[in-house]
């Protein structure tokens, strides 16, 4: 673009009329470019380190508009008028005019005099002619330019944000999030985006406005009040401010490119020399393995074994199958690495790499080969070596496997040979330990080949000089010596099985007689200490005398006994003298008894201290015989005094309680004297339980001397007391029934007879004992008959009577009152009827009626009785 026509650019350079009606139309364009303007011209000036208030006067001289071109051109324009008249002023402003058309611009109204006058419009138009030449016309985005490339960059940099869209220069920024959108793309630490709010555009702007001034060196051209206070912002002013941003972002753009170059350049670099590292390493690495592979590959040393050499043959396998292919790789490797660095090296114009001396390709080669003519011949002669020693193994093999088997089979036979088990054996083992040495004998002899075949192999190894011969010859010469000893330890073991057999049948003999008179001995022993220790248990004094007999006639047998003792001992000791003479080893026992000598005598010695324990025994029993006899008869003579007395005592008492006469006073008297009577005989009694307690604690069960036992004694004592304290009670009753229902003496008299002749089998008799027998006992007093008696004879119902009393207390009415019964009657018996009357339900009861006619019944039971 040549130039800038301010009627093709929106109109922005139009004739001073033009300008005028703008700013009448809306003056607030005019206070946004002023302040925008400005701050623009101030974010320039202060490079050189000055600084304009008033845009319109301080451009007036022309001085700092020359000075504002030079810093945002980087060129020199002519030297500046230093005077202070008009016409210096003018010839100024023209240089800067000048210099303005010299960049293409066409300057179309705007002329010197304008702004030396400092008409406004005319310098806000300027100020913007020079921010669309030197802050937008180089702004290039895809194939679009100036305003149109601003917004295609403003457009690109916000389309992550759903809700920012910027269509224009002007009300696309209203809410400020275009700003906030534009800083938080390029720097996302300075803006918390994601707490912005559509609705709060001071906010958004005055954030947005803020962090540009303090950390872009983006300087405040706006107020978030402007903006937001005006329909539609000035166009100019927002291009203005939002060049400054894309001119902040660029910068670190290209910035952050000139890095990257930097760092490719040093990536290719760094990457050649690792190359050229890889290199050296790879090389030292393959030139040692070699250096060290040829002197073992060299090496003709032969081995003494099959194993070493065939252990070679494998390390040589292992050599060729698992150790040089990755040596073979890496010099291939090697080899690639080499020419695709040359071929980097010579792409990037850098010189050609030279690897230290005697690390070149050819130097690798040269030494490659002499390890492949280290390996010609190794694996032959190795074959060589094993075949030849195989045969020298083969024998050395078989006289092992013939060493070992016999070395195995004599394994023991030693200790075998040298035990002395025959001397603690039993007659029977060793007769059976004979029959196994003779078997030995024949194996022994079986193994006489092979002892001879095992020296022959080993002469035969010497003579082709095995170089393990002296192992050979010394596992040769223990092998025979061993044999020889085998040879004498068999036969002084079976002298010494022969030996011990003979002495152990002389013993066995002497054993089984010693069993046939042992046995039967111990039993009689046996028997005797469980006959003395035998606890008897008798309860007279002849039964005590046979016992004593009996023991008498077993003492009588003791010295026949002993001496059959010592006979039995004779022939133990006679075995004992023949291992003590012959130093036989008597692990075992006698095998036809386990009765031993210690035994015998142990209970020998037990039944001779038994004989008078028994003696004592039986003499205490016959003591205490003779106390029980004299407890029973003691017992025997009182109770057979005692137990007719009370059966004597019975009787008469049944004999006064029906043939009594007199008043009841007088039978009443009568009955306590003679209860008197039979009280005082109670130690007589008690005399005879203490005589009882003495024979039940000597455990005397039963007694010849009488048919009465305590119990007896005790159950009639008991009775009696009983039925005279019955009688006494019952006239006790009969005189209180009497005094209570007026009874006179000649009722009570007839009541007596009646009931003493009373017949059970009338007509009536059911009725009657329902009434005088309610619980059926089958037993009817003399005390339930009067009570019979006098209902039966009385004229009115006790429980009506008492329900009619209550029916005069309570006015004839049906029920009674709480303050009626305490009126009428003593406070205690008035509580005790309050207490359990229960309340009146009928039809005229009234609060507090109590019913007294329940309460009558129950008090008498059923008002028939």
């Not at 000035?234 to 760092?263: L, P, W």
């Not at 008492?802 to 018996?829: C, H, W």
């Amino acid at each position: 673009m040549d130039h800038y026509d301010p009627q093709q650019t929106n109109d922005y350079m139009q004739p001073e009329e033009d300008w005028d009606r703008d700013l009448l139309l809306d003056p607030a364009w005019e206070k946004q470019q002023r302040k925008t303007f400005t701050a623009w011209c101030n974010s320039h000036l202060r490079k050189a380190g000055t600084q304009i208030e008033n845009i319109e006067e301080d451009f007036r001289d022309g001085l700092k508009l020359m000075l504002l071109l030079e810093v945002i051109s980087g060129e020199r324009l002519a030297k500046p008028e230093r005077g202070k008249m008009r016409v210096h002023k003018i010839s100024n402003v023209n240089k800067a005019l000048d210099f303005i058309a010299s960049k293409g611009v066409k300057l179309v109204s705007i002329g010197a005099e304008e702004i030396v006058d400092g008409n406004v419009k005319m310098t806000l138009g300027m100020i913007w002619t020079i921010i669309l030449r030197f802050a937008i016309q180089d702004i290039s985005v895809e194939e679009t330019s100036a305003k149109e490339g601003l917004l295609l960059w403003c457009q690109r940099k916000t389309a992550p944000y759903k809700n920012v869209n910027i269509q224009n220069f002007h009300i696309s920024w209203k809410d400020g999030l275009g700003f906030c959108a534009l800083i938080h793309r390029h720097r996302p630490e300075l803006i918390d985006y994601g707490k912005l709010r559509k609705d709060d555009p001071l906010t958004n702007l005055n954030t947005a406005f803020d962090v540009a001034e303090k950390y872009l060196d983006i300087p405040k051209m706006l107020d978030a009040e402007d903006i937001v206070g005006t329909a539609r912002p000035d166009e100019k002013a927002i291009m203005t401010y939002v060049s400054s941003f894309y001119h902040a972002f660029s910068g670190a753009q290209k910035a952050e490119t000139a890095a990257n170059r930097i760092c490719k350049v040093l990536a290719v670099n760094q990457e050649n020399e690792q190359l050229m590292e890889d290199y050296e390493k790879l090389a030292s690495d393959l030139l040692e393995w070699i250096r060290r592979t040829i002197p073992w590959l060299e090496n003709r040393a032969p081995e003494n074994t099959m194993q070493a050499m065939q252990q070679k043959l494998e390390d040589f396998r292992d050599y060729r199958r698992l150790h040089k292919p990755p040596k073979v790789q890496e010099k291939c490797q090697l080899e690639i690495n080499f020419n695709t660095l040359q071929t980097k090296l010579r792409l990037s114009n850098r010189p050609a790499f030279m690897p230290s001396e005697g690390k070149m390709v050819s130097d690798i080669n040269n030494a490659w080969g002499g390890l492949e003519q280290a390996e010609k011949g190794y694996e032959e002669w190795l074959l060589n070596e094993i075949r030849r020693l195989e045969r020298l193994d083969h024998l050395a093999e078989k006289f092992r496997q013939k060493a070992s088997i016999h070395e195995a089979w004599t394994d023991g036979k030693e200790a075998m040979l040298q035990q002395k088990d025959y001397e603690t054996a039993t007659l029977s083992e060793i007769k059976a330990l004979l029959k196994k040495h003779e078997a030995f004998e024949s194996d022994l002899a079986a193994h006489q080949d092979r002892v001879e075949q095992i020296a022959a192999i080993a002469q035969e190894l010497n003579e082709l000089d095995y170089y393990d011969s002296p192992s050979v010859n010394a596992r040769c010469q223990k092998i025979c010596d061993q044999w020889d000893n085998l040879g004498a330890l068999t036969q002084k073991r079976r002298e010494a099985l022969e030996r011990t057999e003979k002495l152990l049948e002389t013993i066995d003999q002497l054993y089984l007689e010693y069993a046939k008179r042992a046995a039967p001995f111990n039993n009689w022993m046996e028997g005797a200490m469980e006959d003395l220790q035998d606890t008897f248990i008798v309860h007279t004094i002849e039964e005590i005398q046979g016992l004593t007999t009996a023991h008498e006639q077993f003492k009588a047998t003791l010295p026949d006994a002993d001496k059959e003792r010592q006979a039995i001992l004779g022939i133990h000791n006679e075995v004992s003298k023949i291992v003590q003479t012959y130093h036989v080893n008597m692990a075992g026992t006698n095998p036809y008894t386990t009765i031993t000598p210690h035994e015998i005598n142990g209970k020998w010695e037990h039944v001779r201290q038994l004989v008078p324990r028994r003696d004592q025994a039986l003499m205490e029993e016959h003591a205490r015989q003779q106390q029980n006899e004299r407890l029973r008869k003691q017992f025997g003579a009182q109770a057979n005094v005692i137990g007719p007395w009370i059966q004597t005592k019975m009787e008469e008492i049944g004999r006064i309680s029906i043939e009594m006469h007199g008043t009841l006073e007088d039978q009443l008297n009568h009955l306590r004297q003679y209860e008197k009577s039979i009280v005082n005989y109670k130690p007589k009694i008690d005399q005879l339980e203490g005589d009882h307690q003495q024979i039940q604690e000597a455990l005397i069960f039963d007694n010849k001397h009488t048919n009465y036992t305590m119990e007896h004694i005790r159950v009639g004592w008991e009775q009696l007391l009983t039925t005279i304290a019955r009688t006494i009670n019952e006239v006790e009753n009969q005189i209180l029934t009497r005094d209570a229902k007026g009874i006179s003496q000649e009722q009570m008299n007839e009541f007596r007879a009646s009931f003493n002749h009373f017949d059970r089998g009338e007509a009536e008799f059911a009725r009657i004992m329902s009434i005088v027998d309610p619980n059926r006992l089958g037993v009817v007093t003399f005390q339930a008959f009067i009570d019979f008696m006098s209902r039966e004879t009385a004229d009115t119902d006790t429980a009506d009577q008492v329900m009619a009393s209550f029916k005069i207390l309570a006015g004839d009415k049906n029920y009674i009152t709480v303050d009626e019964l305490r009126r009428e009657l003593p406070p205690d018996q008035a509580e005790y009827c309050i207490a359990r009357m229960a309340p009146y339900n009928g039809r005229d009861a009234v609060p507090g009626a109590l019913d007294y006619m329940s309460f009558s019944t129950a008090l008498y039971g059923e008002s028939d009785l």
